[in-house]
């Protein structure tokens, strides 16, 4: 199993700029979740879903899109880059149920100028 | 309101001693979950471990411990002899019956040779 994958790994872009990150897992997890990454602040989550076609807002949604149209893919959307946005990016899964552990991706560094 | 607090931003230790991460969380439910992940300078999130708010039996997993105390709703991680290997960034979360993870805004842990 390739678990919790994330491309690409490391991008710029320039204020305004659209685009999507990917995320996908081979574990048959029902639930999904993007998290973003800033010094001191721990993670905090964006966007998750409960399942294909559901999804829900996190504590930081503004800006970001999210879809699922399958169970295993999970894409974040940009819809317009901002500073702000500079961060790294975390797309993780779990099995349903509270007690399940949850699995990370390698991370998405972006950077926005 | 949910919350996970790690009130020390960066500790330094020097091989072979001890270090206790703190960890405060405060919840109104009954039944929680609570969990630490390491990141280590390449920057993965590594899961390391899982306790529920029902079990408050302290666990060892080879130099690692960690303490579980529902009167202080605290669970403090220990690391025994450290190693430069140890030195990472180490977060503490919470989870409820929800579907939100909240996460604490992780402590630095250096340690030098």
């Known amino acids: 199993n390739a678990g919790v994958t994330q491309t690409p790994k490391f991008q710029v872009l320039k204020t305004g700029q659209s685009m999507t990150l990917q995320c996908a897992q081979d574990?048959?997890?029902?639930?999904m979740s993007w998290y973003r990454q800033d010094p001191g602040m721990g993670l905090r989550l964006i966007h998750y879903?409960?399942?294909?076609?559901?999804?829900d807002q996190g504590e930081v949604p503004n800006g970001y899109n999210v879809s699922r149209s399958t169970t295993e893919d999970f894409p974040l959307r940009l819809l317009s880059a901002a500073p702000s946005q500079t961060s790294v990016y975390f797309c993780?899964?779990?099995?349903?149920?509270?007690?399940?552990?949850?699995?990370f991706g390698p991370g998405t560094r972006l950077l926005v100028l | 309101a949910q919350k996970v607090t790690q009130a020390q931003t960066e500790i330094s230790v020097v091989e072979k001693e001890d270090v206790t991460l703190d960890c405060v969380y405060e919840?109104?439910?009954?039944?929680?979950?609570l969990f630490w992940y390491k990141q280590p300078p390449s920057g993965e999130l590594v899961f390391l471990i899982r306790?529920?708010?029902?079990?408050?039996q302290n666990e060892i997993s080879g130099r690692y411990s960690w303490n579980f105390q529902k009167s202080t709703s605290s669970f403090n991680f220990t690391i025994t002899a450290s190693q430069v290997v140890d030195s990472a960034v180490y977060f503490c979360?919470?989870?409820?019956?929800?579907?939100?993870?909240?996460f604490g805004a992780g402590t630095r842990l250096f340690v030098k040779a």
């Open positions: 879903s409960v399942g294909a076609g559901i999804t």
């Open positions: 979360a919470l989870h409820t019956g929800g579907f939100k993870t909240i």
């Open positions: 993780a899964s779990r099995a349903t149920g509270s007690q399940e552990t949850q699995y």
């Open positions: 306790r529920n708010s029902f079990d408050e």
């Open positions: 919840t109104r439910d009954t039944t929680y979950y």
């Open positions: 574990m048959n997890h029902e639930y």
